[in-house]
């Protein structure tokens, strides 16, 4: 709840008080039901507007009129009280004071406050006239009347101080917050590791901070050129824990999509204001919500020429309220922030993927060089993605395995031929130098700036389920599905492919070697789901080429063959 809001919301609860304390002066001269009566418009009126106060939508469509409504509420009630005081001294006069202080408090305008000024004096004095004709002197009215309006006049200047200070206050502290917002959002912006991350990020942060409707970002594809929307925001609640209601829903998608390409032909800004007065060529538009479309420009030189957009920051606010001119400096200062922030990270993203598939080349080069571990990682890589979807790992994970796949065993670069091919046993230094390559692997990817989920893949491809893995030998609590999954496809490949130590292992006995890891090295679910595969005839299709060239097929037709003949 913003300032604003919270100064109507506490104004609305306090007005008890009021009543409270007018019933306490006006004592024996109110009636029970004249009571009740007043207890009841107020509980109405203020129900009303704290209503409003809890909801921005709500307050910006609604809120000034009801103020207005219940000041002149609040002037009935008091002056019907100061009508049941008709002593010259009464008491109950200062409660004008409350009406004045909270116009000033709640950010009332100067015409506002002249005008419950003008209406608290006139009812005062009509009221002290009414209730003393009979009873006093003229000159006894005229200097009640006097005195009271000297007393309400004091309250309107009291008022006009309070109003110009919370204002002053009020710009200082909203623009602070800007300040702040643009500072941390600026630094955050480097941390991101996708564009659509960054884009849900600055779209929450503009919208939140300029208390607007909702945005979307729209970025122009670089090989289309069309606009397409990579992430839009609306806030779900406004803070006080009340859900989203139709009457926020913001402009349709054909209306935000015409002002972004109106946008990027003119390279221009879009402005409408409430009501559909705009800085385009929209003009049959009547909208009663304030919409800017912003456009991402980025300058590759110091030539104007050199101009190119990358996308649209569409910002639209709440019905009936306009967005005001600091938050559309914001909404500026944003839409450059992103720009250029967009670029950059394009430009590392094509890097980093240049990096990845040159690395990705030389993993496979590594294992070309030797027969028994050519295509390992392709291999690897395949079963793991095909498992990771059987188990209804999310695209963005099954990418992760991917990459980490490819390059789990890049480490082995390290490890002599003379131990990669071994036929016979490793000695304990030989196994302990073969036992260094996932720590390897990661030294070699971690300058790559890969995402630390791939990182933890590729060094702990050789844990088990059991603890006993290396190189930390991590608890089963510590291995997350992607690890279990590629430990699994790694020693399925190495079981299913011919080795210098081993031919390749029978299907049947393979299987059964899979049964007894389960649960002891390898996940049981993975290890399930790796046999459905295998039962289903999936995982041929990625053998085909390594059983050609290693006469598996052959060995396989050639049991069944035999079986038959038995
Ligand atoms: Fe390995
Ligand atoms: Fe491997």
Redesign the pocket.
């Known amino acids: 709840m913003d300032a604003n809001r919270r100064a109507v919301f506490l104004v609305s609860c306090l007005r008890w008080l009021v009543v409270a304390s007018g019933m306490a002066v006006a004592g024996e001269h109110v009636q029970v039901w004249q009571i009740g009566a007043v207890a009841l418009l107020t509980l109405a009126y203020n129900g009303a507007v704290s209503w409003c106060a809890l909801r921005e939508e709500r307050f910006s469509k609604y809120g000034k009129n009801l103020s207005t409504v219940a000041g002149i509420l609040d002037i009935a009630v008091i002056t019907f009280l100061v009508g049941r005081t008709p002593s010259f001294y009464s008491p109950a006069v200062a409660l004008y004071w409350f009406v004045l202080v909270t116009t000033g408090y709640t950010g009332g305008s100067v015409r506002r406050l002249a005008l419950v000024t003008s209406f608290s004096v006139m009812a005062s004095a009509a009221m002290g006239f009414l209730a003393m004709r009979t009873s006093a002197s003229s000159a006894e009215i005229l200097t009640t009347i006097l005195l009271r309006s000297a007393i309400i006049t004091c309250g309107a200047l009291v008022a006009a101080f309070i109003s110009t200070t919370r204002k002053n206050d009020d710009v200082a502290s909203e623009r602070y917050s800007y300040l702040h917002a643009i500072r941390s959002c600026g630094a955050k912006l480097t941390t991101f590791r996708s564009v659509h991350e960054m884009v849900l990020h600055v779209l929450e942060v503009v919208v939140t901070k300029t208390r607007t409707a909702g945005a979307q970002l729209l970025l122009l594809d670089e090989e289309s050129l069309q606009l397409q929307c990579e992430g839009a925001f609306v806030p779900e609640n406004d803070g006080c824990g009340a859900t989203q209601g139709a009457q926020n829903v913001g402009p349709d998608e054909s209306a935000i999509r015409s002002y972004a390409e109106w946008v990027v032909k003119s390279r221009r800004e879009f402005l409408m204001r409430v009501g559909g007065a705009n800085s385009g060529e929209h003009s049959q538009i009547t909208d009663d919500r304030s919409v800017v479309a912003v456009p991402l420009t980025w300058q590759s030189s110091g030539t104007d020429d050199d101009v190119s957009v990358q996308g649209v920051l569409v910002v639209w606010g709440y019905t009936g309220q306009d967005i005001s001119e600091d938050a559309l400096h914001i909404v500026r200062i944003f839409a450059a922030m992103s720009a250029a922030a967009i670029v950059n990270m394009r430009l590392y993203t094509n890097m980093q993927k240049s990096f990845l598939r040159t690395l990705q080349s030389l993993a496979k080069g590594l294992e070309a060089r030797d027969e028994y571990?050519q295509g390992?990682?392709e291999r690897?890589m395949q079963v793991s993605c095909m498992l990771a979807r059987e188990l209804d790992c999310n695209p963005e994970t099954v990418e992760l395995l991917r990459n980490a796949s490819l390059l789990?065993?890049i480490g082995k670069i390290g490890v002599p031929d003379a131990i990669l091919r071994k036929p016979g046993k490793l000695t304990s230094e030989e196994w302990e130098t073969m036992r260094r390559h996932p720590l390897v692997s990661e030294e070699i990817c971690r300058p790559l700036g890969l995402s630390d989920e791939i990182l933890f893949l590729v060094k702990h491809?050789?844990e088990r389920l059991d603890g006993k893995g290396y190189p930390d030998g991590l608890d089963a609590s510590e291995q997350p599905l992607l690890q279990r999954i590629l430990v699994v496809a790694?020693a399925f490949?190495?079981m299913r492919s011919r080795r210098p130590y081993r031919d390749i292992m029978p299907i049947e006995d393979l299987r059964a070697e899979l049964n007894r890891s389960a649960g002891r090295a390898m996940d049981p679910t993975v290890v399930s789901s790796l046999l459905g595969l295998m039962e289903n005839g999936e995982t041929d299709a990625i053998y085909e080429e390594h059983d050609r060239s290693t006469g598996f097929l052959v060995c396989e037709i050639t049991a069944e063959d035999e079986r038959k003949a038995a």
Do not use: I, P, R
């Open positions: 571990t390992h990682s690897v789990h065993d491809h050789h790694d490949d190495a």
